[in-house]
């Protein structure tokens, strides 16, 4: 499986963004997908994550403010991300785990993106 991130870019603060994962080469819906996201000189962390039915887990300092979704038909997985901050500057990268949950572990993922960035201007 391919997965290919797009919609980052320079954003103000306060501003929003959706970022699109699109996957090729196999069927994902089966499949948990999340986002993660690097900030300089940090470790990758977890943001978001949705199971193949939908259900959905956020980390805390997203929560509230982004949200992720997915289209089965489109074998694409979003996240709409709003009322950003500076904090939120980061590489953002979409991964697909190896089961149909949802986990917060970078190491169950199977697939990863390569990634798209995201600055917040304050």
């Known amino acids: 499986v391919q997965l290919v991130e797009s919609g980052g870019g320079l954003v103000q603060a306060g501003g929003s963004l959706r970022l699109s994962c699109a996957a090729s080469g196999r069927a994902v819906l089966a499949y948990g997908m999340g986002w993660f996201r690097q900030a300089p000189g940090k470790d990758r962390e977890f943001v978001a994550g949705v199971s193949w039915r939908g259900n959905t887990v956020y980390a805390d300092s997203v929560k509230g403010r982004f949200t992720i979704s997915r289209d089965n038909v489109k074998n694409t997985a979003y996240l709409q991300m709003s009322s950003l901050k500076p904090e939120d500057t980061a590489v953002y990268y979409c991964?697909?785990?190896?089961?149909?949950?949802?986990?917060?572990?970078?190491?169950?993922?199977?697939?990863w993106g390569q990634g798209t960035e995201l600055t917040v201007s304050s």
């Open positions: 991964g697909l785990n190896s089961d149909s949950s949802i986990s917060p572990s970078g190491s169950t993922y199977t697939s």
